[in-house]
Protein backbone atom coordinates (compact mmCIF):
# COMPACT_ATOMS: atom_id res chain seq x y z
CA UNK A 1 0.00 0.00 0.00
CA UNK A 2 2.01 2.99 -0.73
CA UNK A 3 2.19 5.52 1.53
CA UNK A 4 1.97 9.63 1.57
CA UNK A 5 3.17 11.84 4.07
CA UNK A 6 1.10 15.33 3.40
CA UNK A 7 2.68 18.46 4.86
CA UNK A 8 1.97 22.14 4.43
CA UNK A 9 5.26 22.59 3.28
CA UNK A 10 7.91 19.79 2.53
CA UNK A 11 10.48 21.64 4.33
CA UNK A 12 9.24 21.33 7.13
CA UNK A 13 9.53 17.09 7.21
CA UNK A 14 13.24 16.62 6.43
CA UNK A 15 13.13 12.83 7.24
CA UNK A 16 13.83 10.43 4.92
CA UNK A 17 11.97 7.19 4.94
CA UNK A 18 11.97 4.58 2.26
CA UNK A 19 8.81 3.93 0.18
CA UNK A 20 7.43 7.37 1.49
CA UNK A 21 6.40 10.02 -0.67
CA UNK A 22 6.20 13.58 0.68
CA UNK A 23 3.96 15.62 -0.87
CA UNK A 24 2.24 19.49 0.09
CA UNK A 25 -1.30 19.90 1.07
CA UNK A 26 -1.64 21.87 -2.21
CA UNK A 27 -0.27 19.16 -4.48
CA UNK A 28 -2.11 16.61 -2.99
CA UNK A 29 -5.53 18.25 -3.30
CA UNK A 30 -5.06 18.99 -6.97
CA UNK A 31 -2.83 16.65 -8.73
CA UNK A 32 -4.52 13.91 -10.77
CA UNK A 33 -1.63 11.52 -9.56
CA UNK A 34 -3.07 11.54 -6.39
CA UNK A 35 -6.20 12.12 -6.90
CA UNK A 36 -6.63 9.18 -8.89
CA UNK A 37 -4.43 6.96 -6.76
CA UNK A 38 -5.72 3.76 -4.83
CA UNK A 39 -4.95 1.71 -1.82
CA UNK A 40 -3.03 4.46 -0.36
CA UNK A 41 -2.39 5.35 2.67
CA UNK A 42 -2.57 9.34 3.81
CA UNK A 43 -0.13 10.82 6.76
CA UNK A 44 -1.81 14.09 7.22
CA UNK A 45 0.83 16.19 8.98
CA UNK A 46 -0.51 19.94 7.94
CA UNK A 47 -0.65 22.60 9.78
CA UNK A 48 -4.45 22.96 10.72
CA UNK A 49 -7.35 20.71 10.61
CA UNK A 50 -9.63 23.44 11.00
CA UNK A 51 -12.68 22.71 8.93
CA UNK A 52 -12.91 23.54 5.56
CA UNK A 53 -9.35 24.18 6.10
CA UNK A 54 -6.44 22.39 4.11
CA UNK A 55 -5.54 20.00 6.12
CA UNK A 56 -9.72 19.31 6.90
CA UNK A 57 -9.83 18.92 3.12
CA UNK A 58 -6.45 16.34 2.85
CA UNK A 59 -8.40 13.55 5.24
CA UNK A 60 -12.04 14.35 3.56
CA UNK A 61 -10.84 13.86 0.41
CA UNK A 62 -8.72 10.81 0.93
CA UNK A 63 -11.85 9.28 2.26
CA UNK A 64 -13.98 10.61 -0.61
CA UNK A 65 -11.00 8.99 -3.03
CA UNK A 66 -10.90 5.26 -1.02
CA UNK A 67 -7.62 6.18 0.25
CA UNK A 68 -6.68 5.86 4.55
CA UNK A 69 -5.76 9.05 6.37
CA UNK A 70 -4.71 9.60 9.33
CA UNK A 71 -6.43 11.13 10.85
CA UNK A 72 -9.82 10.39 10.08
CA UNK A 73 -12.31 13.19 10.03
CA UNK A 74 -13.79 10.61 12.61
CA UNK A 75 -10.59 11.47 14.76
CA UNK A 76 -10.51 14.86 13.66
CA UNK A 77 -13.86 15.44 15.38
CA UNK A 78 -13.78 13.02 18.37
CA UNK A 79 -10.44 15.41 19.25
CA UNK A 80 -12.78 18.73 19.00
CA UNK A 81 -14.66 17.21 21.62
CA UNK A 82 -14.51 17.40 25.25
CA UNK A 83 -17.21 14.70 25.55
CA UNK A 84 -15.46 12.23 24.08
CA UNK A 85 -12.34 13.85 25.59
CA UNK A 86 -13.82 13.02 29.58
CA UNK A 87 -15.20 9.99 28.53
CA UNK A 88 -11.51 8.52 27.10
CA UNK A 89 -10.29 9.64 30.61
CA UNK A 90 -12.41 8.48 32.28
CA UNK A 91 -11.86 4.85 30.54
CA UNK A 92 -8.07 5.43 30.80
CA UNK A 93 -7.70 6.86 34.27
CA UNK A 94 -5.97 3.72 36.49
CA UNK A 95 -3.30 4.53 33.51
CA UNK A 96 -3.04 7.91 33.78
CA UNK A 97 -2.84 8.39 37.58
CA UNK A 98 -0.23 5.74 37.40
CA UNK A 99 1.88 7.16 34.59
CA UNK A 100 1.60 10.63 35.81
CA UNK A 101 1.95 9.90 40.02
CA UNK A 102 5.23 11.72 40.19
CA UNK A 103 4.46 14.75 39.12
CA UNK A 104 4.71 17.97 41.25
CA UNK A 105 2.67 20.11 39.21
CA UNK A 106 -0.90 20.81 38.08
CA UNK A 107 -0.53 20.91 34.20
CA UNK A 108 1.70 18.73 32.11
CA UNK A 109 1.97 18.29 28.29
CA UNK A 110 2.70 14.88 26.82
CA UNK A 111 3.84 15.01 23.57
CA UNK A 112 3.42 11.58 21.20
CA UNK A 113 5.33 10.98 17.85
CA UNK A 114 3.95 7.86 16.24
CA UNK A 115 2.60 6.33 19.72
CA UNK A 116 6.03 7.04 21.51
CA UNK A 117 7.43 10.05 23.44
CA UNK A 118 10.84 11.56 24.14
CA UNK A 119 10.88 9.98 27.52
CA UNK A 120 10.22 6.01 27.63
CA UNK A 121 8.09 6.28 31.01
CA UNK A 122 5.19 7.13 29.13
CA UNK A 123 5.30 5.18 25.98
CA UNK A 124 2.99 3.13 27.41
CA UNK A 125 0.40 5.97 28.00
CA UNK A 126 1.16 7.66 24.57
CA UNK A 127 0.63 4.25 22.52
CA UNK A 128 -3.03 4.02 24.40
CA UNK A 129 -3.68 7.69 23.44
CA UNK A 130 -2.01 6.99 20.09
CA UNK A 131 -4.23 4.07 19.22
CA UNK A 132 -7.28 6.21 20.25
CA UNK A 133 -6.85 9.14 18.64
CA UNK A 134 -5.07 8.25 15.60
CA UNK A 135 -3.20 11.12 14.24
CA UNK A 136 0.45 10.98 13.64
CA UNK A 137 1.78 13.67 16.11
CA UNK A 138 -0.31 14.63 19.11
CA UNK A 139 -0.23 16.63 21.96
CA UNK A 140 -1.97 15.72 25.67
CA UNK A 141 -2.81 18.42 28.22
CA UNK A 142 -3.39 16.85 31.53
CA UNK A 143 -4.48 18.93 34.49
CA UNK A 144 -4.49 17.55 38.29
CA UNK A 145 -7.50 18.95 40.37
CA UNK A 146 -7.32 18.02 44.16
CA UNK A 147 -4.84 14.56 43.84
CA UNK A 148 -6.43 13.72 40.47
CA UNK A 149 -5.23 13.60 36.68
CA UNK A 150 -7.55 14.08 34.01
CA UNK A 151 -6.86 14.32 30.16
CA UNK A 152 -8.10 17.55 29.38
CA UNK A 153 -7.65 18.01 26.00
CA UNK A 154 -6.02 16.97 22.77
CA UNK A 155 -5.14 17.61 19.55
CA UNK A 156 -2.68 16.97 16.34
CA UNK A 157 0.88 19.01 15.90
CA UNK A 158 2.01 19.66 12.49
CA UNK A 159 5.45 18.83 11.45
CA UNK A 160 6.49 22.66 11.17
CA UNK A 161 5.64 22.96 15.82
CA UNK A 162 7.79 19.89 16.35
CA UNK A 163 10.61 21.32 18.99
CA UNK A 164 14.01 21.81 17.67
CA UNK A 165 15.26 19.56 20.08
CA UNK A 166 12.40 17.30 19.80
CA UNK A 167 13.36 16.35 15.81
CA UNK A 168 16.03 13.48 16.27
CA UNK A 169 13.31 11.59 18.39
CA UNK A 170 11.19 12.49 15.99
CA UNK A 171 13.04 10.66 13.07
CA UNK A 172 13.82 7.86 15.22
CA UNK A 173 10.20 7.05 15.62
CA UNK A 174 9.09 7.97 12.32
CA UNK A 175 11.73 5.57 11.01
CA UNK A 176 10.57 2.99 13.45
CA UNK A 177 7.16 3.05 12.96
CA UNK A 178 7.23 2.69 8.94
CA UNK A 179 10.25 0.37 8.69
CA UNK A 180 8.37 -2.18 11.51
CA UNK A 181 4.82 -2.15 9.84
CA UNK A 182 3.35 -4.51 8.13
CA UNK A 183 1.74 -1.83 5.10
CA UNK A 184 5.55 -1.67 4.61
CA UNK A 185 6.35 -4.38 3.39
CA UNK A 186 5.31 -6.05 -0.12
CA UNK A 187 2.62 -7.53 -1.11
CA UNK A 188 1.97 -10.84 -1.44
CA UNK A 189 0.70 -11.32 -5.21
CA UNK A 190 -3.04 -11.87 -4.59
CA UNK A 191 -5.92 -10.03 -4.82
CA UNK A 192 -4.86 -7.36 -2.27
CA UNK A 193 -7.99 -8.03 0.73
CA UNK A 194 -6.77 -8.21 4.13
CA UNK A 195 -8.75 -8.87 6.77
CA UNK A 196 -7.39 -8.64 10.72
CA UNK A 197 -8.18 -11.38 13.22
CA UNK A 198 -7.98 -10.04 16.46
CA UNK A 199 -7.33 -12.92 18.71
CA UNK A 200 -6.17 -12.74 22.75
CA UNK A 201 -3.22 -14.75 23.38
CA UNK A 202 -3.81 -15.40 26.78
CA UNK A 203 -7.39 -16.11 27.06
CA UNK A 204 -8.73 -18.91 28.68
CA UNK A 205 -11.43 -19.69 27.26
CA UNK A 206 -11.73 -18.33 23.07
CA UNK A 207 -14.27 -18.73 20.48
CA UNK A 208 -11.31 -20.24 18.35
CA UNK A 209 -8.13 -22.44 19.47
CA UNK A 210 -5.07 -21.32 17.66
CA UNK A 211 -5.36 -24.27 15.48
CA UNK A 212 -9.02 -23.03 14.20
CA UNK A 213 -7.17 -19.42 13.85
CA UNK A 214 -5.02 -20.86 11.22
CA UNK A 215 -7.60 -22.85 9.34
CA UNK A 216 -8.97 -19.70 9.11
CA UNK A 217 -6.03 -18.09 7.36
CA UNK A 218 -5.63 -21.13 5.42
CA UNK A 219 -8.92 -20.93 3.95
CA UNK A 220 -8.62 -17.06 4.05
CA UNK A 221 -5.33 -17.89 1.34
CA UNK A 222 -7.56 -19.96 -0.55
CA UNK A 223 -9.57 -18.04 -1.68
CA UNK A 224 -7.48 -14.82 -2.27
CA UNK A 225 -7.49 -12.90 1.20
CA UNK A 226 -4.73 -12.15 3.26
CA UNK A 227 -5.54 -12.76 6.62
CA UNK A 228 -3.12 -11.75 9.79
CA UNK A 229 -3.48 -11.93 13.67
CA UNK A 230 -3.57 -9.21 15.97
CA UNK A 231 -3.50 -8.31 18.77
CA UNK A 232 -5.48 -5.48 21.29
CA UNK A 233 -2.12 -3.38 20.81
CA UNK A 234 -2.65 -3.36 17.00
CA UNK A 235 -5.53 -0.74 17.05
CA UNK A 236 -3.72 2.51 15.44
CA UNK A 237 -3.41 -0.56 12.49
CA UNK A 238 -6.88 -0.84 11.71
CA UNK A 239 -7.23 1.13 8.72
CA UNK A 240 -4.52 -0.85 7.06
CA UNK A 241 -7.26 -4.02 6.50
CA UNK A 242 -10.43 -3.98 4.75
CA UNK A 243 -11.98 -6.42 7.22
CA UNK A 244 -12.03 -7.14 10.82
CA UNK A 245 -13.30 -10.91 12.52
CA UNK A 246 -13.13 -10.69 16.10
CA UNK A 247 -12.35 -13.88 18.12
CA UNK A 248 -11.94 -12.78 20.99
CA UNK A 249 -14.30 -12.77 23.84
CA UNK A 250 -16.45 -9.50 23.56
CA UNK A 251 -18.05 -6.60 25.71
CA UNK A 252 -19.12 -3.36 25.37
CA UNK A 253 -17.06 -1.69 28.06
CA UNK A 254 -14.11 -3.41 26.51
CA UNK A 255 -11.15 -2.94 24.13
CA UNK A 256 -12.95 -5.28 21.29
CA UNK A 257 -16.16 -3.00 21.19
CA UNK A 258 -13.49 0.04 20.45
CA UNK A 259 -11.68 -1.98 17.60
CA UNK A 260 -15.07 -2.96 16.29
CA UNK A 261 -16.58 0.97 16.38
CA UNK A 262 -12.93 2.21 14.70
CA UNK A 263 -13.37 -1.13 12.14
CA UNK A 264 -16.93 0.28 11.41
CA UNK A 265 -15.76 3.99 11.30
CA UNK A 266 -13.26 3.27 8.89
CA UNK A 267 -15.24 1.26 6.29
CA UNK A 268 -14.16 -2.02 7.40
CA UNK A 269 -16.51 -5.38 6.78
CA UNK A 270 -16.64 -5.98 10.83
CA UNK A 271 -17.74 -9.24 12.51
CA UNK A 272 -18.56 -8.92 15.78
CA UNK A 273 -19.84 -5.25 14.05
CA UNK A 274 -20.81 -2.81 16.95
CA UNK A 275 -24.26 -3.10 16.78
CA UNK A 276 -24.60 -6.93 17.09
CA UNK A 277 -22.11 -6.37 20.02
CA UNK A 278 -24.55 -4.32 21.98
CA UNK A 279 -27.62 -6.54 21.34
CA UNK A 280 -26.42 -9.39 21.73
CA UNK A 281 -24.28 -8.75 24.98
CA UNK A 282 -27.29 -7.32 26.94
CA UNK A 283 -29.85 -10.11 27.79
CA UNK A 284 -32.09 -7.42 28.95
CA UNK A 285 -32.70 -6.49 25.51
CA UNK A 286 -32.93 -9.86 24.30
CA UNK A 287 -35.54 -10.44 26.60
CA UNK A 288 -37.27 -7.24 25.22
CA UNK A 289 -36.75 -8.21 21.73
CA UNK A 290 -38.26 -11.61 22.46
CA UNK A 291 -41.40 -10.56 23.77
CA UNK A 292 -42.12 -7.68 21.59
CA UNK A 293 -41.85 -10.02 18.45
CA UNK A 294 -43.37 -12.63 20.32
CA UNK A 295 -40.91 -15.39 19.81
CA UNK A 296 -41.08 -18.27 22.20
CA UNK A 297 -38.91 -18.21 25.35
CA UNK A 298 -38.97 -19.26 28.74
CA UNK A 299 -40.65 -16.95 31.23
CA UNK A 300 -38.69 -14.32 31.58
CA UNK A 301 -38.96 -10.72 34.16
CA UNK A 302 -36.84 -7.56 34.34
CA UNK A 303 -35.83 -7.21 37.84
CA UNK A 304 -35.33 -4.18 39.56
CA UNK A 305 -34.96 -3.14 43.63
CA UNK A 306 -38.58 -2.62 43.48
CA UNK A 307 -40.15 -5.63 41.83
CA UNK A 308 -38.11 -8.26 43.53
CA UNK A 309 -40.80 -10.28 45.16
CA UNK A 310 -42.71 -10.85 41.48
CA UNK A 311 -40.49 -13.91 40.59
CA UNK A 312 -41.91 -15.83 43.60
CA UNK A 313 -45.57 -15.77 42.30
CA UNK A 314 -44.91 -15.27 38.82
CA UNK A 315 -41.95 -17.76 37.89
CA UNK A 316 -41.29 -19.88 40.94
CA UNK A 317 -38.27 -22.08 41.98
CA UNK A 318 -36.09 -22.69 40.78
CA UNK A 319 -35.12 -20.21 38.40
CA UNK A 320 -32.60 -18.74 36.35
CA UNK A 321 -30.45 -15.49 37.13
CA UNK A 322 -28.67 -14.07 34.74
CA UNK A 323 -26.35 -10.61 34.27
CA UNK A 324 -27.28 -8.75 31.44
CA UNK A 325 -23.95 -8.74 30.05
CA UNK A 326 -23.11 -12.04 30.94
CA UNK A 327 -21.22 -14.60 28.55
CA UNK A 328 -19.99 -18.45 28.19
CA UNK A 329 -22.54 -19.42 31.21
CA UNK A 330 -20.82 -16.59 33.19
CA UNK A 331 -22.67 -14.26 35.39
CA UNK A 332 -25.98 -16.83 34.89
CA UNK A 333 -26.93 -18.73 37.83
CA UNK A 334 -29.47 -21.10 39.73
CA UNK A 335 -31.55 -20.44 42.51
CA UNK A 336 -33.12 -23.30 44.43
CA UNK A 337 -35.50 -21.64 46.65
CA UNK A 338 -36.45 -18.14 47.46
CA UNK A 339 -34.13 -17.79 49.93
CA UNK A 340 -31.19 -18.80 47.08
CA UNK A 341 -32.85 -15.94 45.26
CA UNK A 342 -33.36 -13.35 47.24
CA UNK A 343 -29.41 -13.25 47.79
CA UNK A 344 -28.12 -13.77 44.25
CA UNK A 345 -30.69 -11.02 42.77
CA UNK A 346 -28.94 -8.93 45.49
CA UNK A 347 -25.41 -9.69 44.62
CA UNK A 348 -26.86 -8.97 40.85
CA UNK A 349 -28.21 -5.78 42.05
CA UNK A 350 -25.36 -4.58 43.40
CA UNK A 351 -23.43 -4.53 39.60
CA UNK A 352 -26.83 -3.94 37.58
CA UNK A 353 -29.95 -1.77 38.48
CA UNK A 354 -31.96 -4.50 35.87
CA UNK A 355 -31.34 -8.50 35.97
CA UNK A 356 -32.58 -11.09 33.94
CA UNK A 357 -34.79 -13.59 35.49
CA UNK A 358 -35.81 -16.83 33.29
CA UNK A 359 -38.07 -19.90 34.55
CA UNK A 360 -36.02 -23.13 34.91
CA UNK A 361 -36.13 -25.60 31.34
CA UNK A 362 -34.57 -28.77 32.28
CA UNK A 363 -33.16 -30.95 29.22
CA UNK A 364 -30.55 -33.03 28.22
CA UNK A 365 -28.85 -30.64 25.86
CA UNK A 366 -28.84 -26.79 24.59
CA UNK A 367 -28.94 -26.72 20.58
CA UNK A 368 -26.40 -24.28 19.60
CA UNK A 369 -27.55 -23.41 15.92
CA UNK A 370 -24.62 -21.26 13.87
CA UNK A 371 -26.42 -18.17 11.89
CA UNK A 372 -23.88 -16.72 9.31
CA UNK A 373 -25.35 -13.75 7.33
CA UNK A 374 -28.60 -14.68 7.39
CA UNK A 375 -27.81 -18.05 6.32
CA UNK A 376 -27.44 -21.33 8.82
CA UNK A 377 -23.63 -22.24 9.05
CA UNK A 378 -23.69 -25.25 11.78
CA UNK A 379 -25.83 -26.88 14.25
CA UNK A 380 -24.82 -28.50 17.33
CA UNK A 381 -26.10 -30.77 20.59
CA UNK A 382 -24.26 -29.46 23.79
CA UNK A 383 -25.04 -31.70 26.21
CA UNK A 384 -25.16 -30.52 29.97
CA UNK A 385 -21.54 -30.90 31.86
CA UNK A 386 -21.38 -34.07 34.17
CA UNK A 387 -24.24 -33.71 36.95
CA UNK A 388 -24.48 -30.01 36.55
CA UNK A 389 -27.68 -27.93 35.30
CA UNK A 390 -25.54 -26.07 32.54
CA UNK A 391 -23.20 -27.11 29.40
CA UNK A 392 -20.16 -25.47 31.40
CA UNK A 393 -19.44 -26.07 34.96
CA UNK A 394 -17.46 -23.26 36.01
CA UNK A 395 -17.17 -24.29 39.68
CA UNK A 396 -15.40 -27.43 38.75
CA UNK A 397 -11.81 -27.40 39.21
CA UNK A 398 -9.80 -29.71 37.58
CA UNK A 399 -10.73 -32.78 34.72
CA UNK A 400 -13.42 -31.85 31.88
CA UNK A 401 -15.84 -28.91 32.73
CA UNK A 402 -17.76 -29.35 30.18
CA UNK A 403 -20.45 -31.80 28.55
CA UNK A 404 -20.52 -33.25 24.86
CA UNK A 405 -21.79 -32.44 21.63
CA UNK A 406 -22.76 -33.91 18.91
CA UNK A 407 -23.04 -32.01 14.89
CA UNK A 408 -26.32 -32.72 13.10
CA UNK A 409 -26.40 -31.50 9.45
CA UNK A 410 -28.70 -29.08 8.82
CA UNK A 411 -31.06 -30.79 6.53
CA UNK A 412 -31.81 -33.21 9.35
CA UNK A 413 -32.79 -30.72 11.78
CA UNK A 414 -36.39 -30.64 13.62
CA UNK A 415 -38.53 -28.52 11.81
CA UNK A 416 -39.12 -24.91 12.89
CA UNK A 417 -35.51 -25.40 14.64
CA UNK A 418 -33.99 -23.50 12.24
CA UNK A 419 -36.33 -21.24 11.48
CA UNK A 420 -36.50 -20.03 15.61
CA UNK A 421 -33.05 -18.84 15.13
CA UNK A 422 -33.48 -17.25 12.09
CA UNK A 423 -36.31 -15.27 13.43
CA UNK A 424 -34.35 -14.11 16.55
CA UNK A 425 -31.28 -12.84 14.44
CA UNK A 426 -33.01 -11.31 11.78
CA UNK A 427 -33.95 -8.81 14.19
CA UNK A 428 -30.60 -8.26 15.23
CA UNK A 429 -28.11 -8.23 12.18
CA UNK A 430 -26.32 -10.18 9.20
CA UNK A 431 -23.55 -10.64 11.38
CA UNK A 432 -22.03 -13.99 13.26
CA UNK A 433 -24.47 -15.04 15.63
CA UNK A 434 -25.04 -18.40 17.55
CA UNK A 435 -28.58 -19.13 18.76
CA UNK A 436 -28.98 -21.29 21.59
CA UNK A 437 -32.19 -22.79 22.17
CA UNK A 438 -33.89 -25.83 24.11
CA UNK A 439 -36.32 -28.35 22.64
CA UNK A 440 -39.31 -29.42 24.76
CA UNK A 441 -41.27 -31.92 23.06
CA UNK A 442 -41.93 -29.89 19.89
CA UNK A 443 -41.32 -26.47 21.00
CA UNK A 444 -38.23 -24.45 20.34
CA UNK A 445 -37.21 -21.46 23.69
CA UNK A 446 -34.65 -19.09 22.49
CA UNK A 447 -32.28 -18.58 25.59
CA UNK A 448 -29.79 -15.99 24.55
CA UNK A 449 -27.85 -15.38 21.47
CA UNK A 450 -23.99 -14.86 21.24
CA UNK A 451 -22.57 -12.47 18.88
CA UNK A 452 -19.22 -14.26 19.05
CA UNK A 453 -20.06 -17.94 18.66
CA UNK A 454 -17.23 -20.61 19.33
CA UNK A 455 -16.08 -22.42 16.09
CA UNK A 456 -13.58 -24.47 17.26
CA UNK A 457 -11.62 -27.83 15.77
CA UNK A 458 -13.39 -30.63 16.44
CA UNK A 459 -16.60 -28.92 17.49
CA UNK A 460 -18.30 -26.92 15.48
CA UNK A 461 -16.40 -28.05 12.35
CA UNK A 462 -16.74 -32.41 13.52
CA UNK A 463 -19.26 -32.24 9.81
CA UNK A 464 -18.00 -29.71 7.32
CA UNK A 465 -14.20 -29.75 8.06
CA UNK A 466 -12.34 -27.17 6.45
CA UNK A 467 -15.50 -25.92 4.51
CA UNK A 468 -16.40 -24.49 7.62
CA UNK A 469 -13.87 -22.18 7.71
CA UNK A 470 -14.00 -21.52 4.11
CA UNK A 471 -17.63 -20.99 3.96
CA UNK A 472 -17.48 -17.86 6.34
CA UNK A 473 -14.16 -16.55 4.27
CA UNK A 474 -15.78 -16.34 1.14
CA UNK A 475 -18.64 -14.47 3.08
CA UNK A 476 -15.64 -12.12 4.14
CA UNK A 477 -14.89 -12.06 0.81
CA UNK A 478 -18.72 -10.83 -0.37
CA UNK A 479 -18.81 -8.55 2.08
CA UNK A 480 -15.57 -6.63 1.38
CA UNK A 481 -16.10 -6.48 -2.42
CA UNK A 482 -19.74 -5.29 -1.88
CA UNK A 483 -18.21 -2.29 0.06
CA UNK A 484 -15.67 -1.77 -2.54
CA UNK A 485 -18.34 -1.46 -5.01
CA UNK A 486 -20.44 0.49 -3.11
CA UNK A 487 -18.19 2.82 -2.62
CA UNK A 488 -16.85 3.01 -6.43
CA UNK A 489 -20.26 4.09 -7.32
CA UNK A 490 -20.47 7.23 -4.85
Known sequence: ??????????????????????????????????VKAKNTR?????????????????????????????????????????????????????????????????????????????????????????????????????????GKWQLSGIGPISASEIPDDHEEYVKEFAISYFT????????????????????????????????????????????????EVISKDDYSRLAE?????????????????RFAQRAAAEGLYVVDDPESIIRCSNKVYLAELLNAHQILAPKTL???????????????????????????????????????????????LDKSDLVVVQEFLPTQFDWRIGIFDKEPLFACKYYMAKEHWQIYNWQKKGGVNYGKFECVPIELLPKGLVKTALQITNLIGDGLYGVDIKQVENKFYVIEVNDNPN???GVEDFLSKDKLYLNIMNTFLKKIQQIKESKNRR
Open 302 to 348: IIHKDNINLVKEQIGFPCILKQPDSSFSLGVSKAENEEKYLQKVQDL
Open 42 to 146: VFNLSRSYKYQSYGYYVSLLAAARGQKAIPSIGTIEDMKSSAVVRIISDEMEEMIQHALSSLQSDKFTLSIYFGRNISRKYDKLSLQLFNLFQAPLLRAHFLNSN
Open 180 to 227: EKRFNFPKRDISGYDVAILVNPKEENPPSSNKAIQKFIKAAEQIGLNA
Open 455 to 457: IDV
Open 1 to 34: MPILIVVSNPKDWNINIPGVQVVSTKTYLTESEF
Open 241 to 257: FDALFIRETTRVNHHTF
